[in-house]
């Protein structure tokens, strides 16, 4: 993955620089209904707006709102000074060539360049009789039924750090209206702390290989309450993958975790989560946030161990260590390997064994066949372009001989950078090489790839649609 690439560029780095201390709900059954989502970029963490299906008529808008908005009517208000567009680099979504704009005084739609000059008043959209403001508005370009735009609203991770298994929708809304004000579909920032639970009804016989499950790349490689704005440096560019912690990924829908355990013999917690060779969160910070999160849920948790970057050398006394410290962490959450990655979710919850030790090396699962499962396989195509990685990800999907076995696949959708790419920081960081293709990825499962997906892993997954998309195709599975 990125940590074996990048390895040597990060040692140089480290050398140099130190790091700083619903009108319409929804419908999962049916495909070619219009939706909304909403998702958040990764380099300046801006509201994302995207839709499909859209009738996209003349007089259509597309609102954010930071409260439920329960209806819409128009108002006459001043005239507001024009927009200016984020330069291109900024923008993201299907258009090239099309245009972000910046949130003023509510109102974000191309200005009408011909009347501007003339009119002092201009008729402005509000929600629920004007005691909710609209934020952010967007026209949709007629004619074209998908568009995905970054805003220029700012999102607060601290915000997502206040879920908890009861919220539902939070921080913004996003509703489709016609010219009329009428609410066409809605959506909002969500979290799905039990999704798995939710379809029970029609998962419950399948095997997690049958499902299409929502993963993160080095999913421990986050910092709290980091700001990339403020604190960002070259080493952070090129070390951190998520913005959520472990609690906040898992409660947003992910259920697969990319694990990299590094020890470090002479710290009071030896076993760390590493990215490469950098040090990222201590191992007992994840477990924890897993084993209460499946506590609280009873939801499935495939636990995936790979790599092992630092400190475990070529002998096996490292490896004991840590599946004797997983198994007094996890304890009697750990689905037994009896199970088989055969068994169904009922067989699963059924032992209330929720949390699938994966780990990456088939000596140790020889060794504790009662503790282990042999790892996922992790389909990496080391891709630097959206093109290339776009036709990897086609390929393996295409010709994918895997579907015949229960053993969970992951397609690692993110792009990695090459050593010398790092070193001389070419490509901006992983944030712009996640933004340039995570809404590109979420169409790409989303029309084309989602029937057969197994589990998708991305780079700061809160920019992708892939939790949404998954739950919509495991939803209609039972009719496919």
């Known amino acids: 993955m990125v940590g074996k690439v990048i390895r040597l560029a990060l040692l140089m780095l480290l050398a140099a620089w130190t790091e700083e201390g619903q009108a319409q709900t929804e419908s999962y059954e049916n495909p070619n209904t219009l939706k909304l989502w909403l998702t958040i970029s990764a380099r300046k963490r801006f509201l994302e707006v995207s839709w499909s299906n859209a009738p996209a008529n003349k007089g259509d808008q597309v609102l954010v709102t930071r409260?439920?908005?329960?209806?819409?009517?128009?108002?006459?208000?001043?005239?507001?000074?024009?927009?200016?567009?984020?330069p291109s680099e900024?923008?993201?979504?299907?258009?090239?060539?099309?245009?972000?704009?910046?949130?003023?005084?509510?109102?974000?739609?191309?200005?009408?360049?011909?009347?501007?000059?003339?009119?002092?008043e201009q008729e402005y959209w509000v929600a629920n009789g004007g005691a909710t403001e609209v934020v952010a508005a967007i026209q949709p370009s007629q004619g074209l039924t998908t568009q995905w735009f970054t805003t220029g609203l700012p999102f607060d991770y601290a915000l997502s750090q206040n879920v908890t298994v009861h919220t539902d929708c939070y921080g913004f809304w996003a509703s489709y209206i016609d010219a009329q004000g009428n609410i066409l579909a809605k959506t909002c920032l969500r979290v799905f702390p039990r999704w798995m639970n939710d379809l029970k009804s029609k998962i419950g016989e399948m095997r997690l290989r049958d499902l299409f499950i929502p993963g993160t790349h080095d999913s421990g490689?986050?910092?709290?309450?980091?700001?990339?704005?403020?604190?960002?440096?070259?080493?952070?560019?090129?070390?951190?993958?998520?913005?959520?912690?472990?609690?906040?990924?898992?409660?947003?829908?992910?259920?697969y975790l990319d694990i990299r355990v590094g020890y470090y013999r002479n710290s009071p917690d030896p076993f760390f989560i590493y990215h490469g060779i950098t040090k990222q969160r201590p191992l007992q910070e994840v477990i924890n946030q897993v084993r209460d999160f499946v506590y609280e849920t009873n939801e499935i948790v495939?636990?995936?161990?790979?790599?092992?970057?630092?400190?475990f050398g070529k002998g096996l006394g490292v490896h004991r260590l840590l599946i004797s410290y997983l198994r007094d962490q996890f304890h009697d959450l750990i689905a037994h390997p009896s199970l088989t990655w055969s068994a169904s979710l009922r067989d699963i919850w059924a032992r209330k064994q929720n949390v699938f030790l994966a780990y990456d090396h088939e000596a140790m699962v020889e060794?504790?066949?009662?503790?282990?499962?042999?790892?996922?396989?992790?389909?990496?195509?080391?891709?630097?372009?959206?093109?290339?990685l776009e036709t990897y990800l086609r390929n393996i999907n295409d010709?994918?001989?895997?579907?015949?076995?229960?053993?969970?696949?992951?397609?690692?959708?993110?792009?990695?950078?090459?050593?010398?790419?790092?070193?001389?920081?070419?490509?901006?960081?992983?944030?712009k090489m996640a933004d340039n293709v995570n809404w590109r990825i979420s169409q790409l499962y989303r029309n084309e790839l989602g029937t057969n997906a197994n589990i998708v892993a991305a780079d700061f997954i809160r920019g992708t649609t892939l939790v949404e998309t998954a739950i919509e195709y495991n939803a209609r599975k039972i009719y496919m």
Request: aromatic share 10%; no cysteine.
């Open 67 to 86: 409260e439920d908005a329960l209806s819409f009517q128009s108002q006459l208000l001043r005239k507001h000074t024009p927009l200016a567009a984020f």
């Open 90 to 120: 900024e923008g993201s979504g299907s258009g090239d060539g099309s245009p972000s704009y910046v949130p003023i005084s509510g109102f974000t739609a191309r200005p009408d360049t011909k009347t501007a000059t003339r009119k002092v």
């Open 221 to 255: 490689s986050y910092r709290p309450n980091f700001d990339p704005l403020l604190r960002e440096s070259l080493v952070t560019k090129y070390a951190l993958t998520q913005d959520d912690d472990i609690r906040g990924q898992l409660m947003h829908g992910v259920r």
């Open 302 to 311: 495939i636990f995936g161990l790979k790599e092992f970057p630092v400190g």
């Open 367 to 388: 060794e504790f066949p009662d503790v282990l499962f042999g790892s996922v396989e992790q389909r990496w195509g080391n891709k630097q372009t959206w093109a290339t």
């Open 399 to 431: 010709f994918d001989v895997s579907r015949f076995s229960s053993r969970p696949v992951s397609d690692m959708a993110e792009l990695t950078p090459e050593t010398w790419d790092v070193i001389l920081d070419k490509i901006g960081g992983l944030r």
